[in-house]
């Protein structure tokens, strides 16, 4: 079973730019979530999606950033005109079932997507 | 916001050493975990203890959680260099989501 599959595992991007970074969750996981991580720093929350559905979108910028999780596919963070304070890691991670639903579900972690912008 | 906060920021021991890593939160819980992150690499779930549970153990780990003062501890015993690494509590947050503290980053001297 493979686990979380993020890529690009590092992508560079000129300001201005887009960036769009993609995931598969694990099989049979219906749950996505995407964090960031600035250097040195914990992870923050950004976007929980169900398929073709936005749960909680409170941690996203409110503009430049959005999310997907189609009905067919990966699920997509895209990154609109990137700017140099969007270099950070992007880590997506899957459920099978809401974690607030979990009496003990974990959820599990991709490797992560690193981006620069130059 | 941050639900959970880990301190120290930083630790770093011997090897052999038992390295000890808290975790304070603000909201009502179900449950906490325990992830760890080596440089450049994803997370990884070390252990989940339940709000009725006061300590749990899985190898040289030990989970401790206090829901009176909300704060959790992991020990690590018997430590070893590939110990090194960040680790970062979670809580849930009321959508469903994991809420990170900023992390504990440890280093382990062989």
């Known amino acids: 079973n493979a686990g979380v599959m993020q890529n690009p595992r590092h992508l560079v991007r000129r300001r201005g730019q887009e960036a769009r970074l993609r995931c598969s969750p694990m099989?049979?996981?219906?749950?996505v979530y995407w964090y960031r991580q600035l250097p040195e720093e914990g992870l923050k929350f950004m976007v929980y999606?169900?398929?073709?559905?936005?749960?909680?979108e409170s941690g996203m910028p409110k503009e430049r950033f959005s999310a997907e999780f189609p009905k067919e596919g990966p699920s997509i963070l895209r990154i609109q005109q990137v700017v140099r304070g969007d270099s950070a890691a992007y880590f997506c991670?899957?459920?099978?079932?809401?974690?607030?639903?979990?009496?003990?579900?974990?959820?599990?972690f991709g490797e992560g997507s690193w981006l620069t912008v130059v | 916001s941050q639900q959970g906060e880990e301190d120290p920021q930083a630790l770093s021991i011997q090897e052999g050493e038992n390295a000890t890593m808290n975790c304070s939160y603000k909201?009502?819980?179900?449950?906490l975990q325990w992830y760890r992150q080596n440089s450049g690499r994803g997370l990884v779930h070390l252990i989940l203890i339940r709000s009725n549970e006061r300590e749990k153990h899985s190898g040289r780990l030990r989970v401790t959680l206090d829901t009176s003062k909300k704060s959790s501890s992991l020990l690590i015993t018997a430590s070893r260099a590939a110990d090194t690494a960040s680790y970062f509590c979670?809580?849930?947050?009321?959508?469903?989501?994991?809420?990170f503290g900023k992390g504990t980053k440890l280093s382990v001297k062989p």
């Open positions: 099989k049979g996981h219906s749950h």
């Open positions: 999606l169900q398929k073709e559905n936005i749960i909680d």
């Open positions: 991670a899957s459920s099978p079932v809401a974690a607030v639903d979990s009496s003990g579900n974990t959820i599990y």
């Open positions: 909201t009502s819980i179900n449950n």
């Open positions: 979670a809580t849930v947050g009321s959508q469903g989501n994991l809420i």
